[in-house]
């Protein structure tokens, strides 16, 4: 390994670099710059002594050298902002602020976003300087705002929201790394735009017009998918793809052909390379005038962070080969990712960043490397040598871009694509074939030559035969292995693995690889929970909670709702279930007939194993509701009806008693909103002396009708009925409970103006705390049979 770092100096320097980067942002607030210039400068000076006195210990000097600048660096980047900055501002007292268009997102439904460069903003009544961007989203449908042009916006900037439940997508994060504090919507009342324009001249008289009729071209003659993929492909604008489109490609594990990246960048650069060629052009001035025209294309999709990394390598590639010097690639991946790094340090969190060079490296170390395992025989035939070429190499090729990958997409999205190895080779021809189409497709539409009809024709239908493809291999459990959310251990053993797995011609690498694989077999168990977690999931408007039994047993208590607008179970639930290594429920409880606690199931019990179905006996008729009864006697599911006096079978260490409904509760009159709350299914959950009581929708009915439980109805934590609203929480049943905390699941500014200030007031008078979804995300609990303790479970994030 050190024999491959002093081949690849540029490499090595890079990964020290990165990882003295990465140093500086955990140990953020342990660090001082003085210090840290004080550490740099005796490392230079020792640099300079070791190379011409002590050569012996050049080595370690460099690689300590080279962290420390990537420290300070990085310190200096993220713990320094300049004095105006918003950052550094009672941003939360701002009422109005002034800035321009740095960059826009136009999406079909009309309720843009854009990118706001602050110059200043107003606090109270007082006009201030102020530097850093905040991203503007209309609230409703209105006209096209532009690059470069100055607007005076009536709104107080917000800082991005943190994730609402444990394993949900860092929002606020994602934005930060792209410098980006603060956000706000906006109505076009709202807003007024101002004299004068900022920005790129060229880009706002050259690059953004050729960038608009670009779009008109291909919103008049390409239909819908089409349309929006040709978009992606060429504009880099993703906004507008059907979301169904995209799950499909991730689960396959192809989706980064529908994003610009290195991929597209070859093929554009080829695209150039053979016009040119047309004409009689040296060697030399054909490659410059190449790199010319990607420098537009880069400009043409704004500066999209893998396009300039992609075009980046190409150009540093194929420059060398101009100047007559020979140097490896992964050297010139380094140099690549060094200037990227020293000009924006925040690239390294970027996903982006991170798989193209993971996937990149992987191609480049990687498949010379597989190459030597898989040979074909001395003297084979003419079919072996062709199936070698067509079939093996470029299966070898994707194999080592998917190793490469395989940590980043096991940590970013708690899967291993197992299949993105075989459906690699048929779409990236099909990608690239698509991709030269739509480049000609876009100058023939310019230039108002009239076989852009035609060609529109096969793009459809090229468009048409990749989603067939894609759609076949969708219907497979083999191409998407779901695996519990890792630990930052096993990400690194993983990496260790895939590097031996390279070299494993030799036999004592297999030895040790196989030992590798035996430790992450081990680590990548879930640690048996020795405690009850219950977590309240964020909803939205709706009811879910996770509710995991020292027995290693699962409950469900609810999905959320399902609408044309949200899947509460797809957007929510799932992705919780599967962060926590979830794959069997044991109970999947719908308290009773309302979409909005159990709509968000149906997602459920499509992609998880449920051992029963709990309903209230309460017989509804609603068509959902029956819909989703059947879907669980479709795939056997057992469907019991849970009633008061009933047990469910929690294990030995916990006790799952059901409280309600019964008698007349659960018999149909008026089929009311009243009457199938007041039937909903209620549960205590006992583990030790702490306890836990879910009630559903229950209103003060069913309430008075659970007193005769009395002292039984005590309970450390309370799940208030319907939402926190006055038909439910009367002061009887609160007091016969005497929770510790009442816990509300209710959806950010609802329409029925849930919870009720009675409630809340009554809450308060009691010192019960109240704790809020729609203000606190997930609420999760953990008890140890004699104390249950409330988590802050955003400590968990990366």
């Known amino acids: 390994m050190f024999l491959f770092f002093r081949r690849n100096p540029a490499l090595s320097v890079f990964l020290t670099f990165a990882l003295g980067i990465a140093v500086s942002w955990h140990f953020l607030f342990s660090l001082n710059s003085v210090l840290l210039l004080f550490a740099v400068l005796p490392l230079s000076l020792s640099l300079i002594v070791s190379y011409f006195w002590l050569p012996r210990f050049f080595g370690l000097f460099y690689f300590l050298f080279v962290l420390a600048s990537g420290i300070f660096l990085g310190y200096e980047h993220f713990a320094f902002y300049k004095s105006d900055h918003l950052l550094t501002q009672a941003v939360r007292r701002a009422i109005a602020f002034v800035g321009w268009v740095q960059s826009a997102e ?52 917000q800082m991005p929201p943190l994730p609402s439940n444990p394993g949900e997508f860092n929002y606020r994060r994602y934005l930060n790394f792209k410098g980006i504090f603060f956000q706000t919507w906006v109505k076009r009342s709202d807003f007024r735009i101002l004299p004068g324009t900022k920005g790129n001249p060229f880009q706002r008289r050259v690059v953004n017009p050729l960038r608009n009729k670009i779009r008109q071209v291909i919103d008049r003659n390409l239909p819908q998918p089409a349309n929006d993929v040709v978009k992606a492909l060429i504009l880099g604008e993703r906004q507008d793809l059907d979301r169904k489109i995209i799950n499909r490609f991730q689960r396959t594990g192809v989706v980064h052909v529908l994003a610009i990246s290195g991929l597209h960048v070859g093929f554009i650069l080829l695209i150039f390379l053979t016009f040119l060629g047309l004409f009689p052009l040296s060697y030399k001035w054909k490659y410059i005038l190449s790199f010319v025209l990607l420098g537009m294309f880069v400009a043409l999709v704004n500066f999209k962070a893998p396009v300039v990394r992609a075009s980046l390598m190409a150009v540093l590639y194929f420059g060398i080969n101009l100047m007559q010097r020979r140097s490896s690639a992964l050297n010139i991946l380094g140099v690549a990712g060094l200037i990227i790094l020293i000009f924006d340090p925040d690239q390294l969190f970027q996903a982006g960043f991170q798989f193209s060079f993971a996937a990149v490296g992987g191609i480049l170390y990687g498949y010379p490397e597989l190459k030597k395992i898989v040979r074909l025989k001395p003297g084979s035939g003419v079919i072996a040598q062709k199936a070698n070429r067509w079939i093996v190499q470029p299966g070898l090729v994707s194999l080592a871009a998917v190793l490469g990958t395989l940590p980043l997409t096991w940590w970013y999205y708690g899967a291993l694509q197992l299949g993105a190895v075989f459906i690699n080779l048929l779409i990236i021809p099909l990608i690239g074939l698509l991709v030269m189409l739509a480049f000609f497709f876009v100058i023939l539409a310019l230039t108002g030559i009239p076989l852009v009809s035609g060609l529109a024709v096969i793009i459809h239908l090229l468009l048409r035969l990749i989603l067939q493809v894609i759609r076949f291999f969708n219907r497979f459990d083999w191409v998407q292995l779901r695996v519990p959310h890792p630990a930052p251990l096993v990400i690194f053993l993983t990496v260790l693995f895939i590097l031996l797995l390279f070299r494993l011609r030799k036999p004592a690498v297999r030895f040790y690889a196989a030992g590798v694989f035996l430790l992450i077999l081990i680590f ?3 640690q048996p ?81 449920i051992d029963t179905l709990v309903l209230s006996p309460y017989p509804d008729s609603t068509k959902s509701f029956l819909k989703f009864v059947a879907l669980a006697k479709r795939d056997r599911i057992p469907v019991v009806y849970a009633h008061r006096g009933r047990r469910l079978n929690s294990g030995e260490k916990t006790r799952c008693y059901v409280l309600h409904p019964f008698g007349n509760f659960i018999k149909s009159k008026n089929h009311g909103g009243r009457e199938v709350n007041n039937s909903s299914v209620v549960l205590k959950i006992v583990y030790g002396n702490t306890s836990f009581l879910f009630t559903g929708d229950a209103q003060k009915d069913a309430e008075l009708a659970m007193l005769s439980y009395d002292r039984f109805l005590k309970s450390n934590v309370l799940k208030l009925g319907h939402h926190g609203s006055s038909t439910s929480s009367g002061d009887a049943f609160l007091a016969a409970v005497k929770p510790e905390f009442g816990v509300i699941s209710v959806g950010k500014n609802n329409k029925f103006s849930h919870p009720s200030p009675k409630v809340l007031r009554s809450l308060r008078q009691k010192k019960i705390p109240s704790l809020r979804t729609d203000r606190f995300g997930a609420i999760v609990f953990e008890s140890d049979g004699e104390r249950v303790n409330l988590i802050n479970w955003r400590l968990w994030l990366n």
């Not at 006009?127 to 009536?154: D, N």
């Not at 399902?562 to 290594?581: H, I, M, S, T």
């Open 106 to 157: 136009y999406r079909a439904n009309g309720k843009h976003r854009y990118v706001i460069e602050c110059e200043q903003i107003q606090i109270d009544s007082v006009l201030k300087p102020a530097s850093g961007k905040i991203i503007l989203f209309q609230k409703e449908k209105a006209a096209r705002l532009k690059y470069g042009q100055r607007l005076l916006v009536k709104s107080s900037p």
């Open 524 to 526: 990548i168990q879930p």
């Open 529 to 609: 929970l020795n405690r009850l977690r219950v977590t309240f999931i964020d909803v939205g408007q709706g009811d879910a909670c996770v509710v995991q039994l020292p027995d290693q047993k699962v409950l469900l208590i609810d999905g959320g709702d399902k609408n044309p607008w949200q899947d509460a179970g797809e957007r929510n639930v799932a992705p919780l279930l599967k962060f926590y290594g979830i794959k069997r429920i044991n109970y999947v409880i719908a308290t009773h007939a309302h979409s909005d606690h159990f709509g968000g199931l149906l997602a459920v019990l499509k992609n998880f194993t």
